[in-house]
Each structure stands twice: as structure tokens, then as C-alpha cells.
């Protein structure tokens, strides 16, 4: 099983965003990927080193598998103001 891929989600160990789950979105090179936090919903780059790579992976262009990942409430298409 390949931990550093596309759409593994896994744990942030340092940092802003430590203990919030994200999800790996590029690899860059051998040591930084880019990920999507819940906290910082912007791709970042990161250090593999600072990641705790979970069993979960999911497609990470699909917005809802994304969504649910980071345990983050995505608005409803049909919401009045």
C-alpha cells in the first residue's frame, strides 16, 4: 500500500492545522505533497514527514468525498437566504 498518493487522507502532526485531517491533493517530490485541510480549505504544501497517513482514500477532485474527508458541512444547492 502506497501511503503518499492522491487522495489519501491523513492527520497534520505540526503546525496551524495540527490534529485537523486532510487530504493529499499533488505530490510535489519525494518529501512535500500539497494538501486541503478542513481549517484551511486552500491547497498548502506540506512536509510528509509532518503527516499521519490514514487507511481512508478518496477521489480528490469529487467535492462531497471531500467534503465528508474533512468532516466539513458543504452548502445546499436549493438554500434560500
Known sequence: MALVEIGRVCVKKFGRDAGKRAVITKI???NFVQVVTSVRLKDRRCNVKHLEFLSEKIDAANKEQLAKAL???????GAQK
Request: glycine share 0%.
Open 71 to 77: 468532516e466539513i458541512e458543504t452548502p445546499k444547492s
Open 28 to 30: 510535489v517530490d519525494a
